[in-house]
């Protein structure tokens, strides 16, 4: 954990805010900061109860997951940062992730047909890490019966059989916005409102 907050508040520091603006989506990690970790699980939980959508088949779909999530903390004004990145499993990367792929990804922008090799995440103020597809891609790749969603979310506060590592590469929604919003007015503002409601939320 010391080095993902080390490489975190790097990103924090250096980062150029949302379309090189001072606008900074994000916050560093504060270790002395006590965050509810169970309250902000809790609500993540009951957002994506809501949505119907098991959690194997959340597998593949962790920007849509992710955004939907960031949302429900927001509502609860549950301070957070999503992070893009790559994650070590059991010693391996598990996406082909680099800051090199992520900034290609990013002056590409949307492109629909195009698989997207990184991961994203939620990071509380504290440090503690969230994520809501990484077990289920596990379970499915290892073909073991899928899990149920109490199951599903990983918290870096508990230990699971794999040993996961995650390593961060970008802060906020920007590389998200760029890669998988599609270029229509309905979800351009639905975008917005995300990027307002942070902002609103981060600076309060």
Known sequence: MPNYISQFNNLAINQKGFTD????????ID????????????????????TGIPPKKMVGKCFAMITGASN??????????VTIGNIMVDGKPYFNTSPETIEKDMLAGFEPNEILHSHAWITLEDGTIIDITI????????NKKPLKLNQAIYNSKTTYQNKIQY?????????IFRTSTPPDDFYLNLQFKWFKSLDTVLNS
């Open 135 to 142: 077990l289920s891609s596990l379970r499915k790749k290892e």
């Open 21 to 28: 603006s001072d606008i900074k989506l994000w916050l560093p």
């Open 72 to 81: 429900a903390l927001l509502q609860e004004q549950i301070k957070h940062t």
């Open 167 to 175: 390593i961060p590469y970008h802060l906020g929604p920007e590389y």
């Open 31 to 50: 270790k002395k900061i006590e965050c509810d970790c169970e309250k902000a699980l809790s609500v993540i939980k009951k957002s994506l109860k809501t």
